[in-house]
Structures are given as structure tokens and as C-alpha cells.
């Protein structure tokens, strides 16, 4: 299956019909493009099942393309961006770090993928612009290789071009597409979640790659809900796959009928499990704000409060990389020989959008499993979606507890 586009795939999030509750007011879409003129496509890869041969799959992978002024417009936007754990990767973002301008598109796709798609992205630029010079694009990664034939680098040029040519405004389809193909969150599975808020006039928007997360860390509305949702857990569906390729501590996804019950706690596998804390998120912040490059960056910082808000503890393991870009200004972000003029918020008035690109991030990361339904990928290994039905049961009574009527 290869699907490309902006709105395929997966069912649209809604964690307020849960009982979730949640800070502030999103916009129409409830997604970064939210952000007038953003544009978002993801390219999904999935074909194959069984036992994993390298080169041939299973395949569990994509790449997903943010355009900050859309595919019709080369103009560059004032940008920042943070790393708080630097295990990943980013590209472009030392250039970004001293000009504090983004001149391309923000690509998200697996950890081993970072380089075709960059060549990618400057083919694509190089077509589309016959006065083209030279580019230093921003990919950033997380790692796929649990359900992914990660090693078979079957993300190729033609994948980008299309989440490229097929990126488009409006609802952001959420879940296992593009770049969040085969990732997991908290234990759960994870990928692509988006969100956004609305700040007086302005717009703020989130649009994250999660792959990151402990499932006893997992915190959704303050509520330790990964503490009690210890099932369902990853497990292994397929009984012919041998041993030697499963992890051990892993258990079968089903019991065989006449099996003791213990048969169910682990499934024999001889590879080391997976490290704790292993695993990486990438999030991406968008707004419309006069925002100058320093003032993104302190956007783009706050993000990690939405993280830690919903359990990211910044493992060593985990590569949490960060970007983000103002909208406004246009002129004078694009501009190369005039001087020009600019608007900017004084800092005094940030608070609004501060407080928005947490809540906003916090939601986005929600959504990524809330969208995101049970995968089998290599080997059988079987990621399951977060239980919306036991959710639903915790928040209720969470809420009936605080006796707040606005959380029931």
C-alpha cells in the first residue's frame, strides 16, 4: 500500500469526546495549517508481512512534508530551533541557528531516510526554479526499525517528491502516516499528531513525530493513565517466526487455547529488548505571530513542557529535536538586497502564545495516538492502539472525582 497526500489514512482524533480535558481554543482544522498558507502531504509506506528480510520488508515507513508557505511559494520565513536531547538528527539547522531563516520545506521521515530525502528536497527545489543555486535542507528523523525493514532503505526520491507535490492546507490526516509510519509513543502506537490554538488574532500550530515515551511515564491530563493501562502491550502475532529474531520479554499477542497461562507472558525471544527509554520525537511549531528568530526560538523551547505535560522525560536514548517558524514578515524574511521593514510582538505580550505552544503541543502528542490504530510490522511484532473505550472509563472518573463539571 502507498498511499500520498495531506488527508488519507487515519481516523481524525478527538480527545475532548473522550473526556479529555484540554486548555484553549483550537482552530477550524485543529492542526498546524491552521497557520494561513501552511501546507502539510505524507507519503505511507506499508507492504509486506512475517519474518523480516532485509531489503525486501516488511515495510512500515514514509515521509511526511511541512511547507510553511505552501508548495506555490519559495519564500523564506524567520525560524528558530532547540534540541533538548540530542540523539537524532536535524539537518539545515546550523545555518537556521546563525540566519535565523528557513528557506525550504521541513521534511520528517525514519532515521535511516535523512539523506535520500534531503538529496530530494534539492531536486524538487532545483526543477521547480530554473534560477536555483544551492539549498541546505531541514530533515529530521525518528526510528522506525521495531516494525520496520529500516535497513532496506525503501524510502526513496519519488516518496519525497510526492508528499512534496501532494502537501495541501486543511485537515492534516494524523496517525501511522508518512514519517510516523511505524513509530510507537508511550508504548503505544504513536507517528503524526497535530494541533492548534488560537491566540486574539493570531495562530499558533503544532505538528509532531512521536516516538518517544515510557509507557508508566504516559500522563494525559495530569491522570497517571500509563500506570494503569498496562495492557494492551506490544506482543509478537506470528508463532512462526523464529526465536532468534524475536525480543526477549516480549509476549504472544494470543493464547492458543489448552497453553497454560503463563504461555502468554513471553513469547521466548533471543534478542535483547528494546532500551528503555529508546525512542525520539520531533515537533514542528508554526504561527502567523510578528515573531523575530529569538522570539520563535522561546516558542519552540516551550514545547517541551507540552512534552514533559504528557510523560517525555528527555531520555538519553531519545532524540527530541525541535523547529519552528513565524509566518508574518514576509518581505523582510524573503528580502536579500533592500532594506527592509518588520513588525514583531514586544516580549511583553508573548505570554498568549507561550502558554498556546504548550497546550498546543501537549494535544498534538494526544492526537498522534489517539489517530494512530494496532500495527504489525518485522517479525510479527505488533504495536496496539491506544484503548479509547478504557480512556473514556478513566476520565470519567477523574473527573467525577474532581467534581469539576467542565471535566465531565
Not at 507535490?165 to 502506537?189: E, L
Not at 513469547?267 to 529508546?278: D, K, N, R, T, V
Request: proline share 6%; charged share 20%; hydrophobic share 40%.
Amino acid at each position: 500500500m502507498l498511499l500520498s497526500g495531506a488527508a488519507e489514512g487515519q481516523k481524525v482524533p478527538d480527545a475532548r469526546a473522550l473526556g479529555v480535558h484540554l486548555t484553549g481554543e483550537p482552530g477550524p482544522n485543529n492542526a498546524i495549517t491552521d497557520v494561513a498558507g501552511v501546507e502539510v502531504g505524507h507519503t505511507t509506506i506499508i507492504h509486506g508481512e512475517g519474518q523480516l528480510v532485509v531489503g525486501e520488508g516488511p515495510v512500515r515507513t514514509g515521509v511526511t512534508a511541512i511547507l510553511p508557505r505552501g508548495r506555490e511559494s519559495g519564500d523564506s520565513v524567520f525560524a528558530a530551533w532547540f534540541s533538548l536531547n540530542g540523539n537524532g538528527e536535524m539537518t539545515g539547522t546550523t545555518w537556521i541557528e546563525h540566519s535565523g531563516i528557513l528557506e525550504g520545506p521541513i521534511m520528517i521521515t525514519n532515521t535511516h531516510s535523512v539523506g535520500v530525502v534531503r538529496d530530494a528536497v534539492i531536486a524538487w527545489q532545483r526543477d521547480r526554479d530554473p534560477t536555483f543555486l544551492w539549498a541546505l535542507p531541514v530533515v529530521a528523523e525518528t526510528y522506525d526499525g521495531s516494525l520496520n525493514d529500516i535497513n532496506g532503505f525503501h524510502v526513496t526520491a519519488d516518496h519525497t517528491f510526492d508528499a512534496l507535490d501532494g502537501a495541501r492546507g486543511g485537515a492534516v490526516s494524523q496517525g501511522a502516516v508518512g514519517g510516523g509510519t511505524g513509530m510507537r509513543c508511550h508504548g503505544f502506537k504513536g507517528g503524526i499528531g497535530s494541533a492548534s490554538r488560537l491566540v486574539g488574532p493570531y495562530t499558533v500550530g503544532i505538528l509532531v513525530q512521536c516516538n518517544q515515551g515510557l509507557r508508566e511515564d504516559l500522563r494525559i491530563s495530569g491522570v497517571p493513565v500509563g500506570e494503569m493501562l498496562t495492557e494492551p502491550s506490544s506482543c509478537y502475532a506470528d508463532r512462526s517466526i523464529p526465536a532468534a529474531v524475536r525480543r526477549r520479554g516480549v509476549p504472544w499477542c494470543m493464547r492458543p487455547s489448552g497453553e497454560p497461562p503463563d504461555a502468554l507472558l513471553d513469547s521466548g525471544g533471543l534478542l535483547e529488548p528494546i532500551p528503555e527509554g529508546a525512542g525520539s520525537i520531533i515537533i514542528v511549531l508554526a504561527t502567523d505571530a510578528p515573531l523575530l528568530p529569538t522570539q520563535v526560538k522561546r516558542l519552540v523551547t516551550r514545547t517541551t513542557m507540552g512534552l514533559a505535560r504528557v510523560g517525555g522525560m528527555g531520555y538519553n536514548g531519545s532524540g527530541d529535536i525541535f523547529i519552528g517558524f513565524s509566518t508574518a514578515n514576509r518581505a523582510a524574511a524573503a528580502g536579500r538586497a533592500e532594506v527592509t521593514r518588520l513588525e514583531m510582538i514586544p516580549n511583553d505580550q508573548l505570554n498568549g502564545l507561550i502558554a498556546s505552544s504548550v497546550h498546543a503541543t501537549e494535544e498534538a502528542i494526544l492526537n498522534a495516538m489517539l489517530a494512530a490504530e494496532t500495527l504489525t510490522g518485522i517479525n510479527g511484532y505488533t504495536v496496539p492502539a491506544l484503548p479509547e473505550d478504557r480512556l473514556t472509563e478513566i476520565m470519567s472518573r477523574m473527573n467525577s472525582a474532581l467534581g469539576d463539571p467542565k471535566r465531565k
